[in-house]
């Protein structure tokens, strides 16, 4: 029997602006597509190319790839909303409501 090769979706978010420390950090949520299971966390600091990233490639890496996207196509400030995949690329969470539109 062979199993299926496990795909997974990653969640991004900002773990530190950068204000305090000049260095922003993203932090890279890593999920089991399937389960819905966390899988793993990794720490992305955006143009830093050398161990920009704590994930175990040491190179520049796909996590470091889609925080670079996100910077440049202006989703880095709404990275809460979106997921990505190797699939079918960057996705918008229509099921989460921004905290400007929830009814406190």
Not at 70 to 86: H, M, N, P, Q, Y
Request: proline fraction near 3%.
């Amino acid at each position: 029997m062979v199993r299926a090769k496990l795909q997974y979706y990653y969640t991004f978010k900002v773990a530190n602006d950068g204000s305090e420390t000049g260095q922003v950090i993203v932090e890279c949520h890593k999920w089991e597509e399937l389960s819905g299971e966390h899988a793993d966390t990794y720490r992305v600091k955006p143009g830093v190319e050398w161990m920009g990233c704590s994930c175990p490639a040491y190179r520049h890496c796909k996590h470091q790839k889609c925080v670079q996207e996100t910077i440049e196509t202006g989703k880095f400030r709404e990275l809460w909303k979106w997921r990505w995949d190797e699939k079918h690329g960057w996705q918008e969470l229509k099921d989460i409501t921004p905290i400007e539109e929830m009814q406190l």
